[in-house]
């Protein structure tokens, strides 16, 4: 059993019984290749909530804070995380993410770049686009849609994978394609509210 495997079914065991997840659209994330999942960020909980709900293994940007922190820093490239650094364009980052999305996994994003602290759907960062337009990764929008209490429903909602041939044909530019996944995340959180 691998690292992943032993930590998802232990944070599954964790956080299971506190909160009631209802987990709509699994069957949205395609069963092979690359895939661009993008989600709000609302809770420091949000990427382990993800990898306990989403149907594959996935492997999230992290900012490179957390790879210094004792024992977490560790175990991150043990759960399939990568570093990357925050507030500029970090080549080595985006040339990892484009590898995993070649390679046929899952690439986990929060667009937003941190928690938003309203709970509201935040501008999303240029880093998404990038590798929407620069893969041929399906791109698939995730919604979780809190708030985090204790016993109380927290759902997390897997959309349709954005149809991407359209944007990549008229070139529309990185900024852009965020926003138009951004927006998709939006949608799924107003409909299942």
């Known amino acids: 059993m691998s690292v992943y495997t032993f930590a998802r079914?232990?944070?599954y065991g964790l956080l299971k019984p506190v909160y009631r997840m209802d987990v709509k659209g699994r069957e949205n994330v395609p069963a092979e290749g690359g895939v661009l999942l993008c989600c709000n960020h609302i809770d420091n909980l949000d990427p382990p909530i993800v990898g306990i709900t989403a149907p594959r293994d996935i492997h999230f940007m992290a900012?490179?804070?957390?790879?210094?922190?004792?024992?977490?820093g560790k175990l991150l490239p043990h759960l399939n995380a990568f570093s990357v650094k925050r507030g500029m364009s970090d080549r080595e980052a985006l040339r990892k993410g484009l590898k995993v999305l070649k390679e046929g996994h899952v690439l986990g994003l929060f667009p937003e770049g941190t928690r938003s602290k309203t709970?509201?759907?935040?501008?999303?960062?240029?880093?998404?686009?990038?590798?929407?337009?620069?893969?041929?990764?399906?791109?698939?929008?995730?919604?979780?849609?809190?708030?985090?209490?204790?016993?109380?429903?927290?759902?997390?909602?897997?959309g349709k994978p954005i149809p991407m041939d359209e944007i990549r044909a008229n070139k529309v530019n990185a900024e852009e394609t965020t926003d138009i996944i951004m927006n998709e995340i939006k949608k799924l959180i107003e409909q299942n509210r």
């Open 9 to 11: 079914s232990l944070v």
């Open 63 to 72: 900012k490179e804070e957390l790879f210094n922190v004792p024992i977490l």
């Open 119 to 158: 709970g509201e759907v935040g501008k999303g960062l240029a880093g998404a686009g990038f590798f929407a337009l620069r893969s041929n990764a399906a791109v698939v929008p995730c919604a979780i849609i809190g708030p985090y209490k204790p016993f109380k429903k927290l759902k997390v909602v897997y």
